[in-house]
């Protein structure tokens, strides 16, 4: 018996030699009958073997599809995140309007800060300072500040008449201090109410200056949960198309080793 196989195939060539025919092709065709299911039994064994890592790998896997889907539906409702988009939305139209509100509010707070100093300069100039002239939120002050003029002026005729001790000149200055205190009394009003109204345009400014503030870090916050969100969605479809590749070529690994029983 010499069985010699062929190179580069996976066939061999079997010959037997014996004085009696029949027995030569009897014992040639055993042997080849006993390699084919040498061969078949092998490659079974491998194909099972195979079936058997796949599935354990495919089981492994279903349970890493599952946990990492249910890591994404917990992130996703303990984050908020559930209606992103419309979260992001609403963000960004409240940044839009706090952004207006709040430079609206720094105008308004520079324009009293504007009259405040003002306001001040008045008070520490004194009522004869020439800035009453220029002053036009306070149409008493306009008033007085007139009248002042107007008493100057008669002061300033009375002299040329009467001489300083004269009851006309007297009364002349006294009604000009009276003016006069009532436009110091005036202003001090005014800037208090100036002041008080200056503190309220800063508190307004500052308040809505932190809400900018804690809107920008909402905005920051949310991208962070984005990133998370999309991190564990990434996991979920690689996991599940990893899963579904191994499950084929189970499926195909199965095949064929039923294709090859037969």
């Known amino acids: ?11 061999v060539d079997i010959k ?4 009696d025919p029949g027995l030569a092709a009897e014992v040639a065709n055993g042997i ?16 099972r073997d195979a079936l058997v890592w796949l599935s354990e790998q495919m089981n492994e ?19 908020g995140m559930v209606g992103i988009e419309q979260q992001r939305n609403i963000t960004a139209q409240k940044t839009v309007e706090l952004n207006k509100a709040y430079l609206d509010a720094q105008a308004q707070r520079l324009g009293v800060e504007s009259r405040l100093r003002e306001l001040t300069s008045l008070a520490k100039g004194g009522v004869q300072s020439g800035l009453l002239l220029a002053y036009r939120d306070s149409p008493l002050i306009q008033k007085l500040t ?7 002026v008669q002061l300033s005729k009375a002299l040329k008449i009467y001489k300083e001790k004269h009851p006309e000149v007297l009364k002349i200055r006294s009604q000009m201090e009276q003016v006069q205190e009532r436009m110091r009394q005036e202003v001090q009003t005014a800037l208090r109410s100036v002041e008080a109204e200056y503190k309220v345009a800063k508190a307004r400014e500052d308040a809505l200056a932190a809400r900018i503030d804690a809107v ?7 991208n962070e949960k984005e990133i998370q969100y999309a991190a564990l969605q990434r996991e979920v479809g690689s996991n599940q198309q990893l899963y579904d590749v191994v499950l084929k070529r189970v499926k195909e690994t199965g095949l064929s080793g039923g294709l090859e029983t037969n």
Do not use: G, H, I, M
């Open 16 to 19: 037997v030699q014996d004085p």
């Open 216 to 222: 920008k870090r909402e905005t920051l916050d949310l």
């Open 146 to 152: 007139a009248e002042s003029s107007d008493l100057e």
């Open 61 to 79: 896997l279903k349970a890493k599809v599952q946990d990492s889907e249910v890591a994404l539906q917990k992130y996703r409702e303990k984050s």
């Open 32 to 47: 080849a009958r006993a390699y084919a299911r040498f061969n078949l039994e092998n490659k079974l064994n491998s194909t």
């Open 1 to 11: 018996v010499q069985v010699e196989p062929k190179r580069n195939t996976r066939l």
